[in-house]
Each structure stands twice: as structure tokens, then as C-alpha cells.
């Protein structure tokens, strides 16, 4: 089995919804650190201009976006109770209040109590980069960068329902973790991680129960790795990792077409490559890689369909 490699950086909620399953899932994998802020020459090199924040590497496998690369690793550590058939629309529209709830956190973040800190920690002119690298992030898509206004109508209700459904409960669907947890936990822990703005998280004890049982998993057993050594690992890979499900051919395509990917509601980057794999859930595509004049060779990048938009283009 190829290690897998995690493409993260340490502040980044969205990659500690992955380190956390990583954790619970009890996979060693590769910490590969990547910069906060474009640009991000290695990483991109990768992706093929995917520019989110985490993509998990298998040898020459690119995924991108966390609500494939949750089932990726569900599928390597041979979990099979993360999404459990009898819960998987519940566990799909938790999915979907993370994101929300993650939304609502960024604002809490520059909050004077919590920029007071990210000042303390980046220094006021990182923290302007950051900024402005965030503000380019949002331009383009169908969402726009989230406001104060948003934060206080969604995070005190949706925290305020998360107590009623943990209070008699250990997790959120029940007596075992799901992914509805881990998508649940990283918007929480982002917050947490900023001791200007933590207090607010405060109100909630069996979250706060429940968030400590959750922090108990752990980030698992991890080796660092460079960009550079991510890159030789791809270019040494000599397998494919395995399609996932059916070919879908209702959209008219076929493998070979050329086709250009990109998110729909941030970060709306465009990758271009020949289409390998439709299925119902995930699309692949594979391209030639190279970072300054090296050749990595052909890369696979599989995105998830819900969220992303794919249209064909001639060569
Ligand atoms: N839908 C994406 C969202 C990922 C996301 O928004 N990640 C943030 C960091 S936590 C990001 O990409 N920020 C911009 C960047 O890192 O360049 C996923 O689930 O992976």
C-alpha cells in the first residue's frame, strides 16, 4: 500500500478533520507541509492548480477536497463504520453543517479579541498577506467570504442544537463516531485554537465533553515530508490506486476527453487533464507533472463530484 500523504498545514481546520480521522482510523502517514498562502508552486505542481488546503497523495494519486478524501481513508483503513447505511443522508447533511459552521468561524476569528491574537502570532503584515490571499480565495465563486452578520446568526444556534442532540449521547448520531463528527469537530477546534475568541465555544458542556473525546483520538503516528520527497515519491510510484464505482456516461463524456475541473463555491481554480473515471461521486483526471523543469510524470487528481463543475475543452 502506498503511504498515504497528507498536504497540509498546521492551522488548517479543514486538514484536522483529516489529521483527527487519520488518528482514529490508526494509519501512519506522511506529514507534508505545505505553505499557508499562495503561492504554492509544489503543491500546485501536483494538483495541477488546485490550490484547498489538504490533498491527501497516494504514489501518483491526488485527492482533493476532504469529502472524498474522508472515504479514501475509510476505504485504506478498512473502517466501515464512518458512514453507517442506515445514517448516510444524516451523516451527508452533518457534512454539510461543517462547512456552514466552518463559514461561520472565519469571521469569529478577526473578531478584535481573536485578531489581537492572529497579530500576535503572524505579525500585522503575514496577517495582511493572509488576508488578501483569502479575499482572492473567495473571488470568483458562487459563496462569498462569509461576515460578522452570518457568524452570530449561525454559530450560537447550530451550537446550541449540537448540546440538545450530544446531551444524551456520546457522539453526534449515537454511541460510535461517524464522520458527522469529524466534519462537526474541525470548525469547533479552529475556534478553540484561538484563545481570544475560545470563550465563546464555552456555553455548551456536552460539546465540550464530547469535543474532549473526540481531541482524545489523536493525530495518529505521522513522518515528516518534504515537497520535494512528495514529489520523488510520485515520480517512483509505478501503479494506479483503483477507480471508484461505475462509469457514469449520462453527461455525455468518455475517458480521453479533455476536460477542465474546478469547485463551485471558493477557490475556483481550474485543473485541466484527460478524463480517466466518472463515477456517480468522483471524478478523475489524469495530467503530465513537472516542477521546475523536473518531470514527475502522469498524475491522477480525483476530485469529488458534489461541488465541483467539469466541462470539456479542445486540445
Ligand atoms: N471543501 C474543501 C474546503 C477546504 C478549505 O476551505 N480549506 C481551507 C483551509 S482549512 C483553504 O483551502 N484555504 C485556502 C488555502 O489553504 O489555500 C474541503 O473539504 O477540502
Avoid at 451523516?91 to 485578531?115: H, Q, S, W
Wanted: one cysteine or more; glycine letters at 8%.
Amino acid at each position: 500500500m502506498s503511504e498515504p500523504l497528507l498536504h497540509h498545514f498546521d492551522a488548517s481546520p479543514f486538514s484536522e478533520k483529516v489529521r483527527l480521522l487519520l488518528g482514529y482510523c490508526g494509519l501512519q502517514w506522511g506529514s507534508v507541509h505545505i505553505p499557508r498562502v499562495m503561492p504554492k508552486p509544489c503543491f500546485t505542481a501536483l494538483t495541477g492548480g488546485y490550490r484547498k488546503t489538504p490533498a491527501l497523495q497516494l504514489g501518483r494519486d491526488v485527492y482533493c477536497d476532504t469529502a472524498l478524501i474522508v472515504r479514501v481513508i475509510e476505504q485504506l483503513s478498512e473502517t466501515t463504520s464512518l458512514v453507517p447505511l442506515d445514517q448516510a443522508a444524516s451523516v451527508r447533511a452533518m457534512e454539510e453543517l461543517g462547512d456552514r459552521l466552518f463559514m461561520a468561524a472565519i469571521p469569529i476569528l478577526f473578531r478584535p479579541e481573536g485578531r489581537a491574537v492572529l497579530v500576535e502570532q503572524l505579525g500585522e503584515e503575514a496577517l495582511a498577506r493572509f488576508q488578501a490571499d483569502r479575499a482572492e480565495l473567495f473571488s470568483g465563486g458562487s459563496v462569498s467570504r462569509p461576515d460578522d452578520q452570518f457568524s452570530r446568526a449561525v454559530w450560537g444556534p447550530t451550537l446550541a442544537t449540537l448540546e440538545a442532540q450530544l446531551a444524551p449521547q456520546p457522539f453526534v448520531l449515537g454511541e460510535h463516531p461517524t464522520l458527522a463528527d469529524f466534519s462537526l469537530y474541525h470548525p469547533i477546534w479552529y475556534v478553540r485554537n484561538n484563545p481570544g475568541v475560545r470563550a465563546i465555544t464555552e456555553g455548551y458542556p456536552a460539546v465540550m465533553a464530547w469535543f474532549a473525546r473526540m481531541q482524545a483520538f489523536g493525530h495518529g503516528s505521522a513522518r515528516e515530508v518534504s515537497e520535494a520527497a512528495a514529489h520523488e515519491i510520485a515520480a517512483d510510484c509505478n501503479h494506479w490506486q483503483p477507480l471508484m464505482g461505475e462509469f457514469d456516461d449520462s453527461a455525455g463524456m468518455a475517458a480521453g476527453d479533455s476536460i477542465a475541473v474546478h469547485a463551485v463555491d471558493y477557490g475556483v481554480d481550474a485543473v485541466h487533464g484527460r478524463l480517466v473515471h466518472l463515477s456517480a461521486e468522483t471524478l478523475t483526471l489524469e495530467r503530465k507533472a513537472s516542477f521546475e523543469g523536473r518531470e514527475i510524470g502522469a498524475v491522477r487528481v480525483h476530485f469529488p463530484r458534489d461541488g465541483f463543475a467539469f466541462t470539456s475543452f479542445d486540445t
